[in-house]
């Protein structure tokens, strides 16, 4: 067990990395938050759309904070692994972290590709704390103490059996939805925008799905197959997984400084 807690500080020295390269390329990027609303024309009584600047934001301080969170979160994995020998399966924390990584991931991408209004980004940011909820509600419905096992309890065995797959199944539909939004906001600035997107927009926006896709396909597949006694240990399945979400960060990350150098 202790040499699996390698891993997790090998994560902790790669996400500690990105913040110390945004500081070092003085990445910067801020951004103003706005509200559409109607408004009357008083001259021609007719009613117009109309946008007011809410705040500005710098959205350096939240790729701070999400790379911050996930260093906290393996530092802290590492000195679990370091300190005991339990194999559970179950950590609940994993969800949170990466609800909550996952959606300021969403709020920077979003905002760099141009999305300013404040009640878009605030449904943004809602949908990816269900998306959170979702797999903590999941995971604590597939914990074995929750799962009936006795042979008189069949009816609500085969319930517990199928009621974390519909969740599971909402929260892959919530996680994804989000990021499609913001990839039909994208298209439409190409299509109706006078300046013409650059290849940064698009590998942004990719990226950053492919993270979401990567955290769904490998996350899923590969825990599922542990929780079915069809992977041989966790724990490294679990290392497989962690590893291939840094991966992905590292495009995203590359795809935002090369937006906010």
């Known amino acids: 067990m202790r040499k699996f807690c390698n891993y997790h500080m090998i994560l902790v020295a790669g996400y500690f990395s990105f913040i110390i390269i945004s500081f070092s390329l003085k990445l910067s990027f801020i951004k103003t938050i706005d509200i559409s609303f109607l408004s009357q024309n008083f001259l021609t009584r007719s009613w117009q759309s109309a946008t007011r600047n809410l705040y500005d934001i710098e959205l350096m301080w939240l790729v701070v904070a999400i790379f911050g969170i996930l260093s906290i979160y ?10 005991q020998s339990s194999k559970s399966n179950h950590h609940p924390a994993r969800w949170l ?17 141009g999305i300013s209004d404040a009640i878009y980004l605030a449904i943004l940011a809602v949908a990816m704390l269900i998306f959170a909820g979702l797999g903590i509600v999941g995971e604590y419905l597939t914990a074995p103490s929750n799962v009936p096992a006795s042979s008189s309890e069949q009816q609500p065995k085969i319930m517990f059996q199928t009621l974390p797959s519909l969740v599971f199944k909402l929260h892959k539909i919530i996680g994804v939805l989000p990021w499609l939004g913001v990839g039909l906001s994208l298209w439409a600035s190409a299509l109706y925008s006078f300046e013409l997107l650059n290849f940064s927009h698009w590998s942004l926006y990719f990226s950053g799905l492919l993270l979401m896709f990567t955290f769904l ?13 069809l992977a041989s240990n966790y724990v490294r399945v679990e290392a497989i997984y962690h590893i291939s979400l840094f991966v992905g960060s ?3 990350f590359w795809s935002i400084a090369n937006l906010m150098n």
């Open 97 to 113: 972290i990466n609800g909550l990584t996952l959606g300021l991931m969403l709020i920077i991408t979003a905002s760099l590709l």
């Open 250 to 252: 590292i495009g995203w």
């Open 217 to 229: 396909i490998v996350g899923y597949f590969l825990i599922e197959r542990q929780r079915r006694g």
């Open 74 to 83: 393996h530092l802290i994995q590492a000195i679990r692994l370091g300190r």
